[in-house]
């Protein structure tokens, strides 16, 4: 199907204002010219984290503000950002980023790392994250928990242990058990991306529920039957829904199966 047939599949939503939640080299130059980086926006309450290069995301080291219960994962009592979510909230004014050695990245600088496509999110996989986030859902990436229960993470803990030294190995565990859980993520192709929950002032990080659909970012053409029916299957009957991102415009489409009656 040719891409201008693929356009009228779709469906184009507008952004609005977001939704307020609780507790280096030239080949990977980031895609916007400096004059197109949005302007930062100030806040009172400005949340500070540091970049985990071996993770591909950031530990939340100070946390301020009401956005926290709906962003970010939570592994041994600590949060940890995906760089979809650092980049959003940096945009807001709502997150500092920091280096290993506490000096504060620039906004450029995350835009080039998302365009670097090493931390399991591209260019079109932020727009349509940001796309949904300014409509005021609730976004995480898809099959990765929320949270997970201290003891499922340290559960080989050896007593007879120093204290100092069982406290660096759950660290150490918990940053494999991170990384782990998307290393095989990839950029590109048809996949489940994004778990979206409708907004929610309710919403718990250690009960989320089922999502009101999974999103899958689609190239430019349509799904072929055999991609849509696998997909559904890998979503465990929770509704899928599409997006196409083209040129800056996000534009989303789910499919129906219809059945046509046989005629005479």
Known sequence: MEADKWASFSEGTSDSEGYGEDPDDDDHCCAYASSDIPKLQFRKDISRSRWLDPLGMAEVVERKGGLWSTTGIVRNGKIYCFIEEILYLAEIGALHLLSKDDVSLSLEHVYNKVAEGKSGCSLEYYEAYK?????????????????????????????????????????????????????????GGLRLAFDVYPPNSRFRKSAPGDPCFVLC??????????????????????????????????????VSKVELPILP
């Open 131 to 187: 796309h949904l986030k300014s409509l005021g859902y609730i976004v995480g990436r898809h099959g990765i928990p929320w949270s997970v229960r201290r003891s499922k993470v340290n559960c080989v803990t050896n007593q007879d242990q120093p204290e100092t030294a069982q406290r660096g190995d759950e660290e150490s565990r918990n940053n494999i058990f991170i990384s782990e859980m998307f290393s095989n993520m990839q950029i």
């Open 217 to 254: 970012l689609a190239s430019e053409y349509p799904p072929s039957k055999e991609e849509i029916e696998d997909l559904e299957r890998r979503s465990h009957g929770i509704p899928l829904k599409f997006c196409l991102v083209e040129h800056g415009r996000v534009s989303f489409f789910s």
